[in-house]
């Protein structure tokens, strides 16, 4: 069975890097496009036409946005779904005010501050002097660029509130979450796992937003045997 992976914004598939040797043994991995559409449902179409007739789908940050259009769009496509460091509501005021401030920010040729500004979000508090993992993440950015990142902030800005249509999702579905998340909080989970009827939540102590690069062999563990038990 094919394993579609799409990821969040100023990430690409290197975030990935540390479970693909060990999926790739079993599954055809097909990693998802998110850099050429400003809308969700553009990011959702592009993935629908790229994946094979039935696969996989493992969705980490606004990829998770990504994927609950795709559940809506084309739900029996999915024979399982896993969502990494995600959460279903849209944005509320101050997350379209912190958007626009990045926006400005970009648009005045200081992307590389907007990339400074999000790394203490995005790793667990511990690790934010790490550099060997800091660097993975200003080389992911660096590989997004300014323009793709407007697209992607457009996108998620104008994305829809997911929590109404979770309960349709009839397919099995993992959640995964770093219990120190800086982005993502513990009743973001909580809503998914309540919302989506055959949902199972699973918790990675001692981790930030980033799981796949912060607890790289707990979630290569996590996905192995989700995908293999599906």
Known sequence: MAVVLVTGQLLTEEVWAPQVP???????????????????????????????????????????????????????????????????????????????????????????????????????????????????????AAETGA?????????IMARADSRPTLSRIACPTLVVWGRQDGITTEAHQTEIVEGIPHARLAVVEDCGHLATLEKPLTVTRLLSEWLAGA
Do not use: C, W
């Open 22 to 140: 060990a999926l790739r043994e079993r599954h055809e991995l097909v990693f998802a496009d998110h850099t050429r559409d400003d809308t969700i449902g553009g990011m959702a179409e592009r993935l629908l036409a790229a994946a094979p007739d039935r696969f996989d789908l493992v969705a980490q940050a606004m990829g998770g946005f990504v994927a609950f259009e795709v559940m809506r769009r084309q739900p029996e496509r999915i024979r399982s779904l896993a969502l990494l460091a995600t959460l279903a509501p849209n944005d509320g005021p101050a997350q379209t005010e912190r958007r626009q401030g990045y926006i400005r920010l970009v648009e005045a040729g200081k992307f590389e501050d907007v990339v400074e500004e999000r790394i203490p979000i995005l790793v667990h508090p511990a690790r934010r002097e790490d550099e060997p993992l800091l660097s993975v993440v200003r080389r992911m």
């Open 147 to 155: 323009e793709t990142f407007l697209r992607q902030q457009r996108a």
